[in-house]
């Protein structure tokens, strides 16, 4: 088997990653960055979202697996401690794999400029460049409001729990084939009025937005941040490929959820 370790680039992860590395080479498995069955990701959830990125052109045949150094993450719920017994699992017996949803977010653009598609395994959010977000919301081809205010995030399941839990979205399970639509502060008053509520979609619906003015956007996906000029419209919908992470051990998705957000 042929296995990558990325590295949050601290000392304390880099340590571990090169700790790692030798255990597993030890073992006569083989060190691969270019095409790796496994990507090992030592340091936090950021890291994580790092090497998903890296790879996100081979998710059919790459499984990831996090370790942290930090608290604990979402993605990454191996602690320093543990990883004998992960190189021994990883080098003795075959692991399970479970897969989650990804979003897909395409972007197209006006003077027929090439459309461009990214896949994000927390979110992908879009606020306007300098003022007030506003967008036409369609879902499945229909009107469905026009949105005014800082901005709009559509998230994953397993990222539900990140940004979209900020703007008071709901947690997901993440073997829902799913995306969500969170408001971050939308104007409501006589005038305008957007449905306040966070919306859940399954996988056969689309959400499009459609500017009204303004054409240039900040659109994130995870961790990347970029600009987005003359903007005619840009779609979300659950994406066809799945992320796939190595399980060697049960950690159900509540009793993460619990431990990171009420109580170790
Ligand atoms: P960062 O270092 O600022 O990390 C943000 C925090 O988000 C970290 O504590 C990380 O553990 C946590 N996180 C990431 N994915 C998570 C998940 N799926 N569930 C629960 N917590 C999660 O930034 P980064 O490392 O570059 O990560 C980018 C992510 O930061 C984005 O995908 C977004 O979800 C998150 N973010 C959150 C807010 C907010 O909560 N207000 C604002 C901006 C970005």
């Known amino acids: 088997m042929k296995f990558a370790i990325t590295s949050k680039g601290n000392s304390e992860s880099n340590t571990l990653m090169h700790k790692m590395k030798s255990y597993l080479l030890d073992f006569e498995l083989i060190y691969d960055e270019e095409e790796p069955d496994l990507v090992i990701s030592v340091g936090g959830d950021g890291t994580l979202l790092y090497a998903f990125h890296r790879y996100s052109s081979r998710l059919d045949r790459t499984a990831f697996i996090g370790v942290h150094t ?34 897909e977010t395409v972007v197209r653009y006006q003077n027929g400029g090439k459309e461009t598609r990214y896949l994000a395994l927390n979110e992908s959010t879009v606020k306007a460049d300098d003022a007030t977000l506003v967008m036409d919301v369609e879902i499945r081809g229909q009107h469905f ?39 971050m502060a939308s104007i409501n008053n006589k005038v305008f009025r957007t449905v306040g509520s966070p919306l859940v979609l399954p996988a ?61």
């Not at 993450?73 to 990804?102: C, N, Q, R, S």
């Not at 994953?156 to 979209?164: E, I, R």
């Not at 941040?225 to 796939?244: W, Y």
Request: hydrophobic share 40%; charged share 25%.
């Open 70 to 103: 930090g608290h604990l993450g979402f993605y990454a719920d191996w602690v320093p401690e543990e990883i004998e017994k992960l190189v021994i699992a990883i080098a003795k017996t075959p692991y399970e794999i479970v897969e989650y949803p990804l979003l």
């Open 145 to 183: 409001e026009r949105f005014r205010g800082d901005g709009l995030c559509l998230s994953t399941p397993s990222g539900s729990t990140a940004y979209n839990k900020a703007l008071g979205g709901a947690i997901l399970h993440p073997s829902l084939p799913a995306i969500q639509l969170a408001e």
């Open 204 to 264: 056969h619906h689309t959400c499009m937005l459609k500017p009204v003015n303004e054409q240039d956007f900040k659109i994130t996906i995870d961790h990347l941040s970029l600009l987005h000029k003359d903007v005619k419209s840009i779609q979300f919908r659950v994406a066809e490929e799945r992320v796939r992470f190595a399980r060697f051990r049960p950690f159900p998705f509540w009793k993460r959820v619990h431990d990171s957000f009420v109580a170790d």
